[in-house]
């Protein structure tokens, strides 16, 4: 039998488009299964997290994204970058920062993979920015809060090496 490369490439070609699509398929099925890290109750309570990471968000990332995830002229808004990025995504670019190039100003975001004051919290600020992004947060500080629970405390002083 002869070899037939086109058709053998043709052949690979459409298995290869098969697995990206069946990937991608399943990709948007757990994007929309993905559980919402924040919790909001019926009264507008915001669970520990979410708290955790308003609170966080304000004392390190608003000086150049803005209060409350709104974006600046030097930083974007985190509200509308959440709409876009995965949670791995918003994880790689905290931990080894992010320069644009080919900019007239420099604007850089830092690298924080090294700061345990955003380590440890990083996943309270996600919860936060992803609620602010959803519009379940409104801004400013939220009124309610639940309490801060046992296993927060614990984690957070693992994590801080306390
Ligand atoms: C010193 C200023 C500065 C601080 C502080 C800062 N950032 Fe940034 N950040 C930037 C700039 C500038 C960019 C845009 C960089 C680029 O696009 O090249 C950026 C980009 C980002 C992006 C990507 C946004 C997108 O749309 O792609 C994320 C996510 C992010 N920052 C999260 C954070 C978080 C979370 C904090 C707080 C822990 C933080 N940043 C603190 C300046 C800062």
Not at 136 to 159: F, L, M
Request: hydrophobic share 35%.
């Amino acid at each position: 039998m002869r070899f037939d490369w086109r058709r053998r490439i043709a052949l690979v070609t459409g298995l290869t488009l098969c697995g990206v699509v069946a990937a991608q398929a399943q990709e948007n099925v757990a994007a929309a299964e993905e559980e919402k890290p924040y919790h909001i109750t019926d009264d507008g309570t915001v669970d520990w997290p979410t708290f955790s990471g308003f609170r966080r968000y304000n004392s390190v990332c608003h000086t150049c994204h803005g209060p409350d995830g709104v974006g600046s002229t030097f930083a974007p808004a985190l509200t509308e970058s959440l709409k876009r990025l995965s949670y791995e995504q918003f994880f790689e670019i905290v931990v080894n920062g992010k320069q644009e190039v080919n900019t007239a100003v420099q604007k850089k975001m830092p690298a924080f993979g090294l700061d345990p004051n955003v380590m440890c919290y990083l996943d309270d600020i996600y919860a936060y920015l992803k609620a602010r992004s959803d519009g379940a947060v409104g801004r400013g500080r939220p009124e309610k809060h639940a309490d801060k629970p046992p296993e927060a405390a614990e984690a957070e002083n693992a994590c801080m090496g306390g």
